[in-house]
């Protein structure tokens, strides 16, 4: 079975510094990853995702992530935070359920607190 | 295009109360799905559907109840509302060709006392 591990529930950072925010993964077959974004009352959005190819993929708001399939990671990165970084993230890995359908399963979410 | 929406944004029920949530989408998606997101849980799959007439359940489907009569529209129904049902909602919606490239909508937070 699939699941998604975020290793921190909770990461405060000062603006301007970097981040990275860490997912790993379990699965025994070809995996689909993905990172969405959640700001404060709204759904989530997607940032990126890894699908193939290129290991280092990159997303919008100048987040990248790369896949490591070795170490069954796919961690998030931006070099500069900014203020209206803070949300919460979740890293999703997606699986085939019954009927064919592509479901994704999600981590617990890691909240992103930029401060000034 | 409004993308995916829903209704209620916001709703409080006592224990045993039924209502509806609304969830529709104007971007002519096939599939549709319900999430139901508890802090340190992410999101978990309650319900989804492949096409209008098609539904089936996710990983945590009881207690709720879903039917698709149009492409548009897929509500999720509460019959008994209990405390453990507290939870923010989502609605997501995709083209059956772009499994990948799932909207969500803005979310419904319930609260069952």
């Known amino acids: 079975a699939q699941s998604v591990t975020q290793l921190d529930s909770q990461v405060p950072v000062f603006e301007e510094a970097p981040v990275e925010l860490r997912c790993n993964y379990s699965?025994?077959?070809?995996?689909?990853l993905f990172w969405y974004v959640q700001y404060p009352n709204q759904g989530l959005q997607l940032l990126l995702k890894y699908l193939s190819g290129s290991t280092l993929v990159k997303g919008i708001n100048g987040f990248e992530a790369e896949f490591n399939k070795s170490q069954t990671s796919f961690h998030l990165r931006k070099p500069s935070v900014h203020i209206s970084d803070t949300a919460e993230y979740f890293c999703a890995v997606s699986r085939m359920f019954s009927g064919g359908y592509n479901k994704l399963i999600f981590g617990a979410g890691t909240r992103l607190a930029v401060h000034p | 295009n409004a993308g995916v929406t829903q209704t209620p944004k916001f709703q409080v029920l006592k224990t045993g109360q039924s209502m509806t949530l609304q969830c529709a989408q104007d971007?002519?998606?096939?599939?549709m799905s319900w999430y139901r997101q508890d802090p340190g849980m992410g999101l978990r799959l309650i319900h989804y559907?492949?096409?209008?007439?098609?539904?089936d359940q996710g990983e945590v489907p009881n207690g709720y109840n879903v039917s698709r009569s149009t492409t548009e529209d897929f509500p999720l129904r509460l019959l008994s509302a209990a405390p453990s049902q507290t939870s923010v909602y989502f609605c997501?919606?995709?083209?059956?060709?772009?499994?990948?490239?799932?909207?969500f909508g803005p979310g419904t937070r319930l609260t069952v006392t």
């Open positions: 971007m002519n998606h096939e599939y």
């Open positions: 997501a919606s995709r083209l059956a060709q772009a499994p990948y490239e799932q909207y």
């Open positions: 699965s025994s077959v070809s995996v689909y």
């Open positions: 559907s492949v096409g209008a007439g098609i539904t």
